[in-house]
């Protein structure tokens, strides 16, 4: 059984505005799963919905964010559950403890007028007995060290601490409870090339002492091609293709992750590098069929008209294209048809 199992998961901005309601399909009939100590990067352009499906597998959703169907079902340590369905408390049990999350901006995290070491110890005493609490204080500046910071970062405000520093403060605290999946939303990002390298090299050290599993997300090629085990691509709230990173980088099979990978520069290479022409479509109202048909040489009729049904093209390759199978997607509008009424 999959670690994480999301099943035709749609979650949608829902705002009224002078009486006229507006949805944006940020997340739209996704279904993935995720095998233990499995390292899975999420690709796809900023605004494509990456974020937002990571608030709806952490349950951190609030208004206007709302989930109109899908389960998002976990399994671990003899437990099974969809997390969806949990209530409060449960909630607080399983998030940070076993179900982790690295935000974007470390600063959102990290309590400016506190030091960091109360921040720990508050995410501690949060989910630990107080017998347990002394062996995690004690972790705590094991942990510190493992990741190869200095124990005076335990003893500073947010403030005194670089950008690099504060976001691998961050990835410490993230994963102090040793964590059965963690959640990474753009790791590396506004961090210079020295701090990335930093930064993945902590995440795969992490990785390997604690054998969690983890969802990458960035737009970052390059990150994914130093830490996935397999990628998914989105695109405009969808899941386009998911393949091993070998295969999706030598031979993608969705025409919008063919641009992805040609548009990447090479060593030596100098020819011109081409994108996906056009403009990503807007989220409120996106096309037709399948979204990104407005921008695909190879779009046909079936494209405009109906929505390709995610395929398995090998057994660990899955694609969503009319170019290798005429499936069109189920529920589609049942789900549209739910948001009505
Ligand atoms: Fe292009 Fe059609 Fe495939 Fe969409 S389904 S990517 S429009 S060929």
């Known amino acids: 059984m999959p670690l994480l199992e999301v099943k035709e998961l749609s979650a949608y901005y829902i705002t009224h505005v ?7 399909k940020a997340v739209d009939n996704i279904t993935f799963s995720l095998e233990e100590n499995e390292i899975m990067g999420l690709a796809g352009e900023s605004g494509c919905g990456k974020s937002t499906l990571l608030k709806v597998l952490l349950s951190m959703i609030k208004p206007p964010l709302r989930v109109l169907a899908g389960e998002v079902n976990y399994s671990y340590d003899n ?22 999350y690295i935000p974007q901006g470390s600063m959102s995290t990290l309590n400016p007028v506190r030091k960091i070491r ?59 409870l040793k964590p059965k999946i963690i959640f990474a939303d753009e790791p590396t990002t506004a961090l210079d090339v020295i701090v990335q390298r930093g930064v993945i090299q902590m995440l795969k050290k992490l990785h390997k002492e604690q054998e969690n599993t983890m969802l990458i997300v960035t737009h970052d090629m390059a990150v994914h091609a130093n830490v996935a085990d397999r990628i998914a691509v989105m695109y405009a709230g969808k899941l386009v293709e998911i393949a091993k990173k070998e295969t999706l980088f030598t031979n993608p099979k969705h025409p919008y992750s063919q641009f992805l990978i040609r548009s990447l520069p090479k060593i030596g290479d100098k020819r011109q590098r081409i994108s996906a022409p056009g403009n990503p479509p807007s989220l409120a109202n996106p096309p037709s069929g399948c979204r990104f048909h407005p921008r695909c040489p190879y ?35 049942i789900v549209s048809e739910s948001i009505r009424s």
């Open 18 to 24: 002078y009486g006229v309601e507006r949805d944006v």
């Open 79 to 100: 437990k099974h559950f969809n997390l969806l369905t949990l209530d409060k408390k449960q909630l607080r049990e399983v998030q940070w403890e076993d179900i982790s």
């Open 118 to 176: 109360k921040t720990f110890e508050d995410v501690i005493k949060a989910h630990k007995t107080a017998e347990e609490k002394e062996e995690y204080e004690k972790l705590m500046e094991e942990h510190i060290k493992y990741l190869g910071l200095p124990l005076e970062v335990l003893d500073s405000y947010p403030h005194q601490l670089s950008g690099g520093m504060r976001q691998r403060t961050t990835i410490a605290l993230a994963t102090i």
């Open 299 to 333: 779009a046909k009729d079936i494209c405009r008209e109906h929505i390709p049904k995610f395929i398995n093209y090998d057994k660990s390759h899955q694609v969503a294209c009319f170019l290798y199978s005429d499936e069109i997607e189920e529920g589609e509008k």
